[in-house]
Structures are given as C-alpha cells and as structure tokens.
C-alpha cells in the first residue's frame, strides 16, 4: 500500500505563501480549488519539480524531500507519472516511441505495453507524430507514457481543463479504467467538483494555499462549497443513472427503482451514464403533480438542511443525494425538515448526461 506523506511551507515574491499539510493513501485523492489557491504547486513539489522554503515529503518508505536534513530526491528518481494538461510529448517521436520512453520494470509490478494500448485505445495511432493528433490522443499518449513508466503515484495536474466536454468526458473514462486496471495510487488536480465526484475516493479542498477540508470526495465536496470555502457557488450534483434505454420516443432510465427520464439527445454509449445537475434545477414539492412539464418525479427524504445567508441549500436522499437551492420561505411553507418526505421535480432537459 502506497501512502503519500506532504507537509510544505512556500513563499512568493509575489506575497502568495503556501503551507499545505496532507495525507494520501492508495485510490484517487483529488486537490480542488480555484485558481491561484495553490493546487499546482502542491503537485511540483510533490514531483520534484519545485523546492519549498520548508518541507517534508515521504512516499511509501521513501523521504523525497525534508528540508531541514537537506535531502531532495531529484524527479527522475522519484517514480512519479507526471501527467500535464499541455501534454509535453516529444514532438520528433512517434506515438509508439513516446510510450516507450522511460518504460520500466519494478519489483511487484509489470505494466504490460500492449494492455496499456488496448485501454487507451492508441492501436491505430502508434505510428502518428503528436503534430497530427487531437488533442484528446495526445492526452491519451502522454497518460500512457506516465503508466508505462510503473509508477508508484501517479500525478495529473488538470488534465482535463483545455478538453471540451464531450472529449472530457471521454478522457475521465479512460481515467477510470486505468485506475480501475493498475491500482495506481493518483493525486488529482481539478477546479472542477463534477471531475472531481466522479473520479476521486479522497478530497483534499484548498484556497488561498491552505486545506480548508479534507475527506471522502462527496461529503467533504458539500461541506466545503457550500459552507467552508469563500469563492464557490455551492455544489453540482453528479448522479449515476443505470439501465439507460430507448423507449417510445424518449431515453430513460432509473436512480435505485424510480425512473428517470434523460434528454432526447442523449447518446447511446451503454447502459449506465453520469448526468450533471444543477440545485437550481431542482424543484421541491410535499406530494407527486400530475401536468407538469417536468417528467422526473423523485420521492425521497430529506438528508440536511444548510441555510446560507441568502439561500438554502437541501439535500433529498432519493437512492443517491440530490441538492435543491431553495428560499428560505420555502423552507418555512413546506415545512422542511431532517427526515421530512418529499419529491424532487425535475425537467429531462436539464440533466446534462456525460459521455
């Protein structure tokens, strides 16, 4: 089991100062936060890529920095895939040779070349040069040439941000069999909580370089945009619809045994899809409505209560929690309350499925 151990103080000419205090273990565990919060440096410390005033570093049994001992593993022994949102292959290889570059055996772990192709799907692409590829192949590259290198963490530093959502969504799969397939310990760097849900196990929030939470990703997420952190608009539901389907004229599917009806134009990739949804979106009612519009009905009850000073956030425990933003007089008519029963309206058009 890989454990990541990072205790760092930073300073900027600039007057930005960084003194960041966390712990990773195996699975995803994502750094969130705005821009400027701090999320980039943690991660080039973390590689190597950058020294701290005053730090300690340690993965697994190994120390990859300790400032006041003098030791600072330099990156390319510190056995960490380094995934960068701009890509960075080498522009005079092929797709093939930029795999291969730095592949390497380590004891307990043998990353096969041809399984890493296979779920990366870059078969066809092997002998292209990355001038020629999307940019969603030359992600795809520059993630295969990270896992060939069998590292024992594997780092991404919003890989995922110059991607348009179709292709986003795509690559977060990719994402999910890899660390599915290998067990890669991975931080994640996001700004992004829809990202952020789907992939991480563990949130590590920061903002103004400092950790404001840290947890499991869905709990950890809700507390912190909703009540710790200054700059965020609360929080986007991520839900998890299965046994998608055609029928008649609409697709459909269900949360737990309620149905659930998705947009016209939702693609046909499967038989489980992710949607995106906003608070917003989301209306309240004591008892089901019969000529609404909006063809999602959802019975729950209600999980928590967070009043804010100009709005009020609810979370309905419908199989999975859906957050509904509400004014404060609706609180009061409905009489919400923890445990309270009530269903969730929402309109098919305003679940964004994700590929």
């Not at 890669?184 to 400092?210: K, M, N, W, Y």
């Not at 008519?333 to 923890?338: H, M, R, T, V, Y």
């Not at 029963?341 to 098919?348: H, P, R």
């Amino acid at each position: 089991m890989s454990r990541l151990e990072f205790r760092c103080q930073h300073y900027f000419a600039g007057g930005f100062d960084l003194d960041i205090q966390f712990d990773a273990d195996d699975g995803v565990t994502a750094i969130f936060g705005p821009s400027g919060s701090g999320k980039s440096t943690t991660l080039s410390i973390t590689a190597g890529l950058l020294r701290p005033r005053h730090g300690f570093v340690k993965l697994s049994d190994r120390v990859l920095l300790d400032t006041e001992a003098g030791r600072c593993v330099p990156p390319n022994q510190r056995h960490i895939g380094f995934v960068f949102q701009d890509h960075l292959l080498f522009p005079h290889m092929s797709v093939r040779r930029n795999l291969l570059y730095g592949k390497r055996r380590r004891p307990g772990r043998n990353i096969q070349f041809d399984r890493v192709v296979e779920i990366l799907e870059l078969e066809h692409l092997l002998d292209r040069y990355p001038a020629t590829l999307s940019g969603g192949q030359r992600q795809r590259t520059a993630l295969g040439r990270a896992i060939l290198s069998s590292p024992e963490l594997l780092v991404m530093d919003e890989p995922l941000t110059a991607l348009d959502e179709g292709l986003k969504d795509r690559i977060l799969a990719y994402l999910e069999k890899v660390v599915s397939e290998y067990h890669l310990p991975t931080l994640f760097v996001s700004h992004d909580q829809t990202d952020v849900r789907r992939l991480a196990d563990r949130v590590v929030v920061i903002e103004g370089g400092r950790v404001v939470a840290s947890g499991p990703t869905s709990a950890t997420l809700d507390r912190a945009v909703i009540s710790t952190m200054r700059s965020h608009p609360g929080p986007t539901n991520l839900l998890l619809i299965e046994d998608v389907k055609r029928t008649h004229e609409h697709w459909e599917g269900r949360i737990g045994q309620q149905r659930f009806r998705l947009p016209a134009d939702t693609p046909p990739n499967g038989s489980v899809h992710h949607i995106q949804l906003s608070p917003r979106d989301v209306t309240l009612c004591q008892h089901a409505v019969e000529g609404l519009s909006a063809r999602n009905q959802l019975r729950g009850r209600v999980d928590k209560i967070v009043a804010l000073e100009h709005r009020t956030f609810v979370a309905v425990d419908v199989g999975q929690l859906i957050w509904a933003e509400v004014s404060d007089e609706v609180v009061d008519e409905l009489k919400l309350c923890e445990g309270a029963e009530v269903y969730c309206l929402i309109k098919a058009a305003a679940a964004q499925p994700l590929y």
